[in-house]
Each structure stands twice: as structure tokens, then as C-alpha cells.
């Protein structure tokens, strides 16, 4: 059984930064594939970012590319996803997961959920 409790979110306006924390409890990171995805109410929940047991192999989705970074710390058992140049249409409940499939970027592919945090971006 994983914990995982996200943190960070908070309102910033439009080109502004975040930083999302995402730190697991019950088993260690590394054993997990690891994504952030992203929801707004009403819609479906849509992949972020995500990367592999190491943090070594990472995919984005095309709309956060060269935006967003996601990095792990697995010594401190942390998931970041640090968002530079936000936009309103970021604006989301994120999300982060884990899971053992090598496929991160499928939400059904997740085993375990945080609650996530809520990102707004104004204009």
C-alpha cells in the first residue's frame, strides 16, 4: 500500500511558477512508475507528465512541454512537478499517481491516487 499526498498548489497569475510536491509513504517510490495528471470538473482526467522508476526516462504531454519538468527524489520519496510560464487553462486539480506499468501516460494504468491539489492560474 502507497500513500500519496500532493501539496503545493495555489493560485498564481499567468506566467508565474509553481512548484507540486508529491511525497509517498508505505513503500519507496523507486518501485513505481510515477505521473502527474490533471482534471478539471466536468472533464475527463488527462496525463501531465510522468517518469520512470529512476526518474531517468520522463514524457509530457504536448500541452506542458518545455513548461513543466517532473523530477523525482527517490532518497526523500518525493514526486516535483515544477510548472514555469503557467497559463489559465492549467488551471486543474492535479494529481499524482503511481503504478507498475510501464505505460504512466493511461490514468487506468495507476494503482494509487493522492487527493490533489488544487492549481488556479488567473489572467
Known amino acids: 500500500q502507497v500513500e500519496l499526498v500532493e501539496s503545493g498548489g495555489g493560485l498564481v497569475q499567468a506566467g508565474g511558477s509553481l512548484r507540486l510536491s508529491c511525497a509517498a509513504s508505505?513503500?519507496?517510490?523507486?518501485?513505481?512508475?510515477m505521473a502527474w495528471f490533471r482534471q478539471i470538473p466536468g472533464k475527463e482526467r488527462e496525463f501531465v507528465a510522468g517518469n520512470g522508476w529512476r526518474g531517468i526516462t520522463t514524457y509530457y504531454a504536448d500541452s506542458v512541454k518545455g513548461r513543466f519538468t517532473i523530477a523525482r527524489d527517490n532518497a526523500k520519496n518525493v514526486l516535483y512537478l515544477q510548472m514555469n510560464t503557467l497559463k489559465p487553462e492549467d488551471t486543474a486539480v492535479y494529481y499524482c499517481?503511481?503504478?507498475?506499468?510501464?505505460?504512466?501516460?493511461?490514468?487506468?494504468?495507476?494503482?494509487?491516487w493522492g487527493k490533489g491539489t488544487l492549481v488556479t492560474v488567473s489572467s
Open positions: 499517481g503511481a503504478g507498475t506499468s510501464s505505460d504512466y501516460r493511461t490514468d487506468k494504468n495507476m494503482v494509487y
Open positions: 508505505g513503500r519507496a517510490l523507486s518501485s513505481y512508475y
